[in-house]
C-alpha cells in the first residue's frame, strides 16, 4: 500500500504531465473558442485539485497564477519574448501555470528530508548546466539567454529557501516548454528585445525565471499566512522514506 503522501504525488504528477500534453496537443490548428473550452477545464481540474491542499498551497498558487498572467502579457504580447500561436495569451496558460507550480510542490514536497531531497538538486543542477553549456556551443541557434537563466537556477537552488521546489521546477517546466515549442503552441524570439542577448527555443534555463515565479508564491503566501493562519507553515513536514 502506498502512503497517502505518496499516492498524492503521482496523482498530481500524473495528472499534470498527462494535461499538459492533452492540452497542447489538442490546441494544435484550434481556434479560440477551443482555447477557451481547454482554458476551461484546465480551471476546474486546478480547483478540484487545490481543495485537497492546505490554506497555504492555495495561497501560494493563487500568487503564482497573478505574477505568471501578468508577466505574460508583458513578456509576449508587449515584449515579444515569445509569440502563441493565435498571437494572444490562451486561457488555459493561467491555470497551466497554477498546475506546474502545483506539481513542483507536490515534488518538493514529497522529497522533503529523505535522501532523494539531497541528490536531487544536485542532479538538477548537472543537467542544466549541460543543457547550458550545450546551448552556448553546440547547438546551432546559439542560447546565450538561457545561460544566463541557468545562472539565476543555480542561485535559487543553491541559496534559495525551498531547493528542492526550485528543482522541481526544472523539470516540470522543461518539460513543458520542450512539449510546447515542439507542438507549435508558442515559439521563441531569436534575441531578446533590444536583440543583444541571443534565446534558444526553448531557452535552457528557462526555469530559472519560472523560479522568480515560485519566489512571488513563497514570498505572499507567507505574509498572507501570518495574517490569515498564523499556525500555517510553508516549509512541507518532513516525510518518511518510502521504500
Known sequence: MLHPTRRRLLLICAISVLW?????????????????????FTWLLLLALLRG??????????????????LEYTASPLLGLYTYRLHNVPSFVPPGHGLVYLAALTIGGAMYGTRAGVWFPR???????????????????????????????AAFILRGRAPLVYAAAFVVTAYLEIVGTNVGTWAWAHHAPLGLVSLGNPPSGIAGGYCFLDMVGIFVAARLARVHA?????EPAPEPAVA
Do not use: H, K
Open 20 to 40: 499538459i500534453a492533452a492540452v497542447l496537443l489538442a490546441d494544435r490548428g484550434a481556434g479560440i473558442w477551443t482555447q477557451r473550452t481547454l482554458g476551461a
Open 53 to 70: 491542499e492546505s490554506r497555504s498551497v492555495r495561497y501560494q498558487v493563487g500568487a503564482v497564477i497573478v505574477a505568471a498572467t501578468m
Open 123 to 153: 542532479a538538477v543542477l548537472v543537467v542544466a548546466g549541460a543543457w547550458a553549456v550545450w546551448g552556448l556551443a553546440i547547438s546551432a541557434r546559439p542560447d546565450v539567454g538561457g545561460a544566463v537563466l541557468f545562472l539565476f537556477l
Open 230 to 234: 498564523p499556525e500555517v507553515m510553508l
